[in-house]
């Protein structure tokens, strides 16, 4: 059985509502560029937290002992990612230029598939470990924010020169 989960936030909000069927399920918040955040899906919780310039990962936590529970490894030349959980490995990978769509992934084929922009969306998702759907909205927020400090540091550079 498929399951399908909305997400809204404000503009210059850091923190995503989740929802199904209209109800609230959990959130997921963070700081602007920042480097950790933390979520909850069905009454689970979970955190994440980033390290590394060049290299980044992100350690997941569990949110009731902090023990480290997955990682997630962003490739720094394109916009996707590995997620190893236990001893599973799944790939996160945008599915078109304009950024709107999403999957994770393993050898098996899709687990969730995404849709949507920074402000709200949908991912629906086979019967897959929860901790995913949090993952791929934690992921595509932090690609969106590397776009846009790009954005922000070369439309300068293209005015001046």
């Not at 916009?79 to 599915?95: N, R």
Request: net charge positive; proline share 1%; glycine share 12%.
């Amino acid at each position: 059985m498929n399951t399908v989960l909305n997400w809204k936030k404000g503009v210059f909000s850091c923190n995503y509502k989740l929802m199904e069927s209209g109800k609230a399920i959990g959130f997921l918040k963070g700081k602007s560029f920042g480097q950790s955040a933390e979520g909850e899906v069905f009454g689970n919780r979970y955190g994440f937290n980033t390290y590394g310039v060049f290299r980044k990962e992100t350690e997941i936590l569990d949110g009731k002992d902090g023990a480290v529970i997955g990682k997630v490894k962003f490739d720094c030349w394109m916009p996707k990612a590995k997620i190893e959980l236990g001893d599973k490995t799944y790939f996160w990978k945008f599915k078109n230029i304009w950024e709107t769509r999403w999957e994770i992934y393993d050898e098996a084929g899709t687990q969730i598939s995404f849709c949507g922009h920074s402000m709200k969306g949908k991912a629906v998702s086979a019967d897959t470990e929860e901790v995913l759907n949090l993952a791929g909205l934690f992921i595509s927020n932090f690609y969106w924010e590397m776009s846009g400090i790009f954005i922000a540091v070369i439309t300068p550079t293209i005015f001046i020169f």
